[in-house]
Protein backbone atom coordinates (compact mmCIF):
# COMPACT_ATOMS: atom_id res chain seq x y z
CA UNK A 1 0.00 0.00 0.00
CA UNK A 2 1.39 3.41 -0.66
CA UNK A 3 1.52 6.23 2.16
CA UNK A 4 -1.63 8.06 0.97
CA UNK A 5 -3.46 4.39 1.26
CA UNK A 6 -2.10 4.18 4.52
CA UNK A 7 -3.22 7.60 5.89
CA UNK A 8 -6.50 7.13 4.79
CA UNK A 9 -6.97 3.75 6.37
CA UNK A 10 -5.49 5.65 9.30
CA UNK A 11 -8.17 8.46 9.45
CA UNK A 12 -11.41 6.15 8.97
CA UNK A 13 -9.94 4.24 11.87
CA UNK A 14 -9.41 7.63 14.22
CA UNK A 15 -13.03 8.12 12.71
CA UNK A 16 -14.28 4.67 14.06
CA UNK A 17 -12.60 5.12 17.23
CA UNK A 18 -14.58 8.74 17.47
CA UNK A 19 -18.01 7.20 16.81
CA UNK A 20 -17.41 4.36 19.06
CA UNK A 21 -16.89 6.58 21.99
CA UNK A 22 -20.05 8.58 21.29
CA UNK A 23 -22.79 5.98 22.29
CA UNK A 24 -21.68 4.48 25.78
CA UNK A 25 -20.71 8.23 26.47
CA UNK A 26 -24.10 9.48 25.90
CA UNK A 27 -25.50 6.83 27.75
CA UNK A 28 -23.66 6.81 30.49
CA UNK A 29 -24.32 11.29 30.82
CA UNK A 30 -28.00 10.04 30.29
CA UNK A 31 -27.92 7.62 32.71
CA UNK A 32 -26.94 10.34 35.29
CA UNK A 33 -29.22 12.70 34.25
CA UNK A 34 -32.28 10.61 34.46
CA UNK A 35 -30.72 9.49 38.20
CA UNK A 36 -30.92 13.42 38.81
CA UNK A 37 -34.90 13.04 37.79
CA UNK A 38 -36.16 10.12 39.23
CA UNK A 39 -34.73 6.85 37.85
CA UNK A 40 -33.32 5.59 41.27
CA UNK A 41 -36.88 5.57 42.76
CA UNK A 42 -38.30 3.53 39.52
CA UNK A 43 -39.29 -0.28 39.92
CA UNK A 44 -36.42 -2.45 40.35
CA UNK A 45 -37.01 -3.94 36.61
CA UNK A 46 -36.61 -0.45 34.87
CA UNK A 47 -33.24 0.20 36.59
CA UNK A 48 -31.95 -3.46 36.16
CA UNK A 49 -33.15 -2.89 32.15
CA UNK A 50 -31.24 0.80 32.20
CA UNK A 51 -28.26 -0.67 33.50
CA UNK A 52 -28.40 -3.93 30.96
CA UNK A 53 -28.73 -1.28 28.06
CA UNK A 54 -25.38 0.52 29.51
CA UNK A 55 -23.51 -2.94 30.10
CA UNK A 56 -24.83 -3.82 26.60
CA UNK A 57 -23.55 -0.78 24.97
CA UNK A 58 -20.17 -0.69 27.04
CA UNK A 59 -19.56 -3.98 25.73
CA UNK A 60 -19.90 -3.49 21.74
CA UNK A 61 -18.12 0.00 22.34
CA UNK A 62 -15.05 -1.22 24.44
CA UNK A 63 -14.87 -3.62 21.65
CA UNK A 64 -14.84 -1.85 18.72
CA UNK A 65 -12.74 0.62 20.29
CA UNK A 66 -10.05 -2.14 20.73
CA UNK A 67 -10.56 -3.69 17.65
CA UNK A 68 -10.24 -0.51 15.77
CA UNK A 69 -7.07 0.65 18.07
CA UNK A 70 -5.71 -3.04 17.35
CA UNK A 71 -6.15 -2.31 13.74
CA UNK A 72 -4.62 1.68 13.73
CA UNK A 73 -1.56 -0.02 15.46
CA UNK A 74 -1.00 -2.47 12.35
CA UNK A 75 -1.51 0.72 10.05
CA UNK A 76 0.93 2.92 11.99
CA UNK A 77 3.43 -0.10 11.95
CA UNK A 78 2.56 -0.23 8.42
CA UNK A 79 3.76 3.44 8.27
CA UNK A 80 6.19 3.38 10.13
CA UNK A 81 8.00 1.41 7.08
CA UNK A 82 7.72 3.61 4.48
CA UNK A 83 11.04 5.42 3.45
CA UNK A 84 11.21 9.34 3.36
CA UNK A 85 7.81 9.49 5.59
CA UNK A 86 5.78 13.10 5.18
CA UNK A 87 5.18 15.32 8.08
CA UNK A 88 1.66 13.83 8.85
CA UNK A 89 3.09 10.26 8.34
CA UNK A 90 5.52 11.25 11.54
CA UNK A 91 2.72 13.16 12.76
CA UNK A 92 0.61 9.81 12.84
CA UNK A 93 3.35 7.72 14.45
CA UNK A 94 4.19 10.45 17.18
CA UNK A 95 0.05 9.70 17.73
CA UNK A 96 -0.17 5.76 17.46
CA UNK A 97 1.59 4.87 21.18
CA UNK A 98 -1.64 6.52 22.81
CA UNK A 99 -3.61 3.72 20.95
CA UNK A 100 -2.92 1.92 24.16
CA UNK A 101 -4.95 4.11 25.97
CA UNK A 102 -7.99 3.69 23.89
CA UNK A 103 -7.71 -0.55 24.25
CA UNK A 104 -6.68 -0.33 27.73
CA UNK A 105 -7.46 2.98 29.71
CA UNK A 106 -10.72 4.07 27.92
CA UNK A 107 -13.17 0.37 29.12
CA UNK A 108 -11.40 0.68 32.37
CA UNK A 109 -13.23 4.00 32.74
CA UNK A 110 -16.24 2.74 31.76
CA UNK A 111 -16.50 -0.19 33.99
CA UNK A 112 -15.84 1.92 37.11
CA UNK A 113 -18.30 4.03 36.22
CA UNK A 114 -20.44 1.54 35.33
CA UNK A 115 -19.78 0.11 38.67
CA UNK A 116 -20.47 3.20 40.36
CA UNK A 117 -24.04 4.25 38.35
CA UNK A 118 -25.19 0.49 39.21
CA UNK A 119 -24.66 0.91 42.60
CA UNK A 120 -26.38 4.25 42.67
CA UNK A 121 -29.32 2.44 40.57
CA UNK A 122 -29.75 -1.13 42.88
CA UNK A 123 -29.50 1.29 45.97
Known sequence: MTERELLGLWNRARLQ????????????????GLLGAGLGAAPLVVRI??????????ILGALAEYSTATDAKA??????RIEAPSALTSAV?????WLSVVRFVTPAIFVVIFVFLAGALLA
Not at 75 to 80: K, M, S
Not at 93 to 97: C, E, N, S
Open 75 to 80: IAADLA
Open 17 to 32: LILAQLAPTFLLIVTV
Open 93 to 97: LRQAP
Open 49 to 58: AALLILLASG
